[in-house]
């Protein structure tokens, strides 16, 4: 079974500053996608980035951008100059195939001014 | 265009009370999602639909639970008895193709279902 582990349940970083979010996942499979989706108190996710795992290159985004390292199965979002509107819950994803989206249990994100 | 419509946003009733949801995916959208996500918890989903067939409905209590997509358009979920532990937010969400995630999924805001 597909399963993704976010191990941090909350962060704060100053406005202006960086922050990076973790995210490790565990699959057998060697194709599948990965995502940060973005719900902030109105409640909708929000698709913030994806990456592909037969892409070597890590995937940008303006402001957020991923360090995915395939063989330790780590897939962490790196926000730069942090914004009051990034405050949200970040869920990290896997997508394999013709499978449900799995979710880690989220990280809530406060950015301080 | 427009996103994926939720209804109602807000829900509250008593256990045993039946309560139904609605969805109406982005048009031409087949693939439809309902997640159910806990308090302090990542989203869990309870059915896809692919059209107006399901191709995933493992993680749906069905004893209690039910949903369609009769016309492959919009879809109702519906929740009959409600039990405490059905308090939740309710997503519906809907893609392209299944599967293909260079079309990613498209969340509505959620209706949050409070129990009684």
């Known amino acids: 079974a597909q399963t993704v582990t976010q191990s941090q349940p909350e962060m704060s970083v100053q406005e202006a500053e960086t922050v990076t979010l973790s995210c490790t996942y565990d699959?057998?499979?060697?194709?599948?996608?990965l995502f940060w989706y973005k719900q902030p108190p109105s409640r909708q996710m929000i698709l913030v980035i994806r990456?592909?795992?037969?892409?070597?290159q890590n995937a940008t985004e303006n402001r957020f951008s991923v360090n995915f390292q395939k063989a330790a199965k780590s897939f962490s979002l790196k926000i730069s100059d942090s914004q009051l509107g990034d405050t949200a819950m970040y869920f990290c994803?896997?997508?394999?195939?013709?499978?449900?989206?799995?979710f880690g249990k989220g990280t809530r994100l406060s950015v301080i001014a | 265009e427009a996103g994926v419509a939720q209804s109602p946003r807000y829900k509250i009733i008593e256990k045993r009370q039946s309560v139904a949801f609605w969805c109406n995916p982005i048009?031409?959208?087949?693939?439809l999602y309902w997640y159910q996500q806990i308090l302090g918890q990542g989203p869990k989903l309870l059915i896809q639909?692919?059209?107006?067939?399901?191709?995933?409905d493992s993680q749906l209590p069905k004893d209690r639970f039910s949903a369609e997509r009769l016309k492959g358009v919009d879809s109702t979920l519906k929740i009959q008895p409600a039990k405490l532990e059905d308090s939740a937010v309710y997503l519906c969400?809907?893609?392209?193709?299944?599967?293909?995630?260079?079309?990613?999924?498209?969340f509505g805001d959620g209706t949050r279902l409070s129990i009684l």
């Open positions: 048009s031409g959208h087949a693939t």
């Open positions: 639909f692919q059209n107006n067939g399901v191709v995933d």
């Open positions: 994803a896997l997508l394999i195939g013709n499978t449900p989206l799995v």
């Open positions: 969400a809907s893609s392209l193709i299944t599967g293909y995630s260079n079309q990613p999924q498209h």
């Open positions: 699959t057998s499979e060697s194709n599948y996608y």
């Open positions: 990456q592909e795992a037969y892409k070597q």
